[in-house]
């Protein structure tokens, strides 16, 4: 009996046994059916496409007068009439400077030219009294040519104390600084009371004339070289005109509200950077631009009838670029491709490797291999590409 029942379960165990490896049997058949079918991936039709590229560039903005205000006399700094930041017009008052010898030479030159004028009186008394003396043959005409030589020293005395008081008047003049030109006032190093000179290396100031802005920029040689070919003209000044107008943008990253123009390309070379020099002109009404500021010139350039991809749609492999292209019966080949070094926002500028109508895989293929066939899934290239557009 109880052999009976023992055979009983061993067969019971077997049925529950077979049962349950026919059913994983066909689990694993029907995953490796649907392995086998194509996986569903998002493609988009390659077209051509009108964009502008932007160029971006570090910079150095200057104003378009930086002068450096320097005292001419030396002595001590009596009064100080502007204050840093201060907006100054041409002739404003700047500072004073406190040099009593300067007065005093101009008084020692006024007194002299009261002597030598004097002297000039008296000279001019001698030859008057000697001319008839001379016609009626008392004294020989030569105590008159005398008398004329003399008066003639008189009188360039007279000129030369006249010129030193006009020296001695300038010297004055410098001690009042005025702004040369309309500006903004710098830092100012020196205070009341402070001894400064001609050779003092410090200046008392400086005045920028921030109407209008520079911003100084590079470009390498191979950029230089890009750009003769971008913009036509035989000559420098023909392709400047041919440069659409550019834009500044700020330390915040906000773009600059005027448009500027590129208004000098230095022609040489610096040996120690390899660039060369180029200065963009800003209009600056509002003062927010400022001397010494930092910001990035970015150069537009408009293509036509170019090919772009999105930058997500691409793999690197050995340093190459890569995509996925549907090919005959919808298996996908790793096609290499050629790109500019300039982007248009989160897409490629594609110059060799596709063509208008090639369909590629938009993203989610890094399990992908080659000649692997998929199930397409095509994407409207218009909402594709409206970034692009913009």
């Known amino acids: 009996m109880k052999t009976t029942i023992r055979l009983a379960i061993i067969l019971c165990l077997g049925s529950i046994l077979a049962a349950c490896n026919g059913n994983n049997d066909e689990k694993a058949k029907a995953a490796a059916a649907a392995a086998a079918q194509p996986q569903l991936y998002p ?25 450096d205000i320097r005292p001419k006399v030396d002595g001590f ?6 204050d840093e930041g201060a907006v100054v017009k041409k002739g404003q008052l700047l500072f004073k400077i406190n040099a009593p010898q300067y007065e005093q030479q101009v008084r020692t030159a006024a007194a002299a030219i009261s002597n030598a004028e004097a002297n000039v009186s008296a000279a001019e008394l001698q030859v008057n009294k000697t001319k008839p003396l001379v016609e009626k043959d008392i004294i020989s005409k030569y105590d008159l040519e005398a008398a004329v030589l003399t008066l003639q020293s008189r009188k360039a005395a007279l000129a030369q104390a006249k010129a030193e008081l006009v020296n001695a008047k300038v010297n004055l003049g410098y001690t009042t600084i005025t702004s040369p030109a309309d500006g903004i006032v710098g830092s100012i190093p020196f205070k009341t009371g402070s001894l400064v000179s001609s050779a003092s290396a410090q200046p008392l100031t400086t005045v920028s004339n921030i109407s ?16 003769s070919k971008t913009y036509t003209g035989k000559t420098l000044a ?16 906000t773009i600059y509200a005027q448009n500027g123009k590129i208004e000098s390309i230095n022609s040489q070379i610096n040996t120690n950077t390899g660039s060369a020099s180029l200065r963009a002109t800003f209009p600056n009404p509002t003062s927010i631009l400022k001397s ?13 009838d170019v090919i772009l991809i999105p930058q997500k749609s691409t793999t690197d492999l050995q340093g190459k670029k890569f995509v996925y292209v549907i090919g005959d019966s919808a298996k996908v080949v790793s096609t290499p491709v050629e790109i500019m070094q ?31 066939k998929i199930k397409p ?5 218009d909402s594709l590409y409206a970034e692009v557009k913009k």
């Open 77 to 82: 700094i009596e009064h100080i009439y502007v």
């Open 292 to 304: 010494g500021a930092s910001a990035s010139v970015r150069i537009p350039q408009h293509i036509t």
């Open 212 to 227: 209008k802005v520079y911003a100084y920029f590079s470009l390498n040689e191979k950029q230089l070289l890009d750009f």
């Open 238 to 253: 023909e392709q400047m005109k041919n440069i659409p107008a550019v834009s500044l943008v700020l330390a915040d990253g």
């Open 342 to 372: 300039i982007t248009k926002g989160k897409f490629y500028v594609v110059t060799k490797g596709l063509k208008v109508g090639d369909k590629v895989v938009l993203e989610g293929f890094q399990s992908l291999k080659d000649g692997t």
């Open 43 to 67: 493609v988009f039709a390659v077209n051509a496409q009108s964009t502008t590229l932007d160029s971006d560039y570090p910079a150095t903005i200057e104003g378009i007068q930086d002068i």
């Open 377 to 381: 899934q095509e994407l409207n290239a």
